[in-house]
Nanobody
Framework: QVQLVESGGGLVQPGGSLRLSCAAE????????IGWFRQAPGKEREGVSC????????YYADSVKGRFTISRDNAKDTVYLQMNSLKPEDAAIYYC??????????????????????WGKGTLVTVSS
């Protein structure tokens, strides 16, 4: 059974860092674009950062540019999101998703949630002093 499993969330003070991981089970990530999305209470889910399968091009939402870095290790079937200089407005449930051979910007900024092939269950990030 295919699963995406997120980990690495937690409580961090403003200005702190976290690294999220998205591990794929029963799925070879080489052919999938992977994205990180987040949803805060009362808000719609938004694309934070995505990475394509082929050329490993990346996309970042304007709100996280320069602070977040997405990377993938296909040998480990894992994608990471390094989050630095965290702000209270970054607090949300972070989900990873996978979609077959799609450009990073398309995945993050154009596809609807139901167009993703797989979703993880999410990991909670809280940013508070």
């Amino acid at each position: 059974q295919v699963q995406l499993v997120e980990s690495g969330g937690g409580l961090v003070q403003p200005g702190g860092s976290l690294r999220l991981s998205c591990a794929a089970e029963a799925l070879i990530l080489d052919h999938y674009a992977i994205g990180w999305f987040r949803q805060a209470p009362g808000k719609e889910r938004e694309g934070v950062s995505c990475i394509s399968s082929s050329d490993r091009s990346t996309y970042y939402a304007d709100s996280v540019k320069g602070r977040f870095t997405i990377s993938r290790d296909n040998a480990k079937d894992t994608v990471y999101l390094q989050m630095n200089s965290l702000k209270p407005e970054d607090a949300a449930i972070y989900y990873c998703a996978a979609v077959w051979h799609t450009a990073a910007q398309t995945m993050c900024a154009q596809l609807h949630n139901n167009e993703m092939d797989y979703w993880g269950k999410g990991t909670l990030v809280t940013v508070s002093s």
